[in-house]
């Protein structure tokens, strides 16, 4: 990864910010906006969950033939599922599928790149926080919804 480091925690910390923003906002919303929140995060989450599919994706090349398909797989097959996962038209169930996209996402990172180094910590703490956020919508839904 020829990416500069700082830059990268930049904009994945900054990308963090509209999941936290739209599920905050679910909880201390109400009406119009507060049914934006509810749509922006499962959209927003369907997004972060592309592009990052996106970069394995892009990165396949780099990769030896024998590890180069399973990443392609890997990249289509967690985009297939989230957009599924979205489609479901129910929030709260779309919200906790996209969750487990994201954590299919990072297994999948953490068990093909090396051990150590900044961009595996930084993969690990920005889908944590993005989990937690998810959690955190999840709980406003039931909430509004009990």
């Not at 509810?38 to 396949?60: E, N, P």
């Not at 779309?94 to 150590?116: D, F, I, K």
């Amino acid at each position: 990864m020829n990416l500069p480091p700082r830059l990268a925690q930049s904009l994945g910390y900054a990308g963090l910010l509209p999941f936290l923003g739209f599920a905050v906002g679910v909880w201390a919303l109400q009406g119009y906006v507060q049914a934006l929140c509810m749509q922006g995060f499962l959209v927003y989450s369907l997004a972060i969950l592309c592009f990052l599919a996106g970069s394995l994706w892009g990165s396949a090349p780099r990769y030896a033939e024998s590890a180069r398909t399973p990443r392609l797989l890997v990249s289509n097959g967690v985009v297939i599922f989230a957009v599924l996962g979205f489609l479901t038209a129910q929030p709260l169930i779309a919200s906790l599928l996209l969750m487990l996209g994201h954590l299919a996402q990072l297994w999948y990172e953490l068990n093909t790149l090396p051990r150590g180094g900044w961009y595996r910590t930084l993969r690990t703490r920005l889908t944590l926080v993005a989990v937690i956020a998810h959690l955190v919508y999840a709980a406003a839904l039931v909430q509004l919804n009990p």
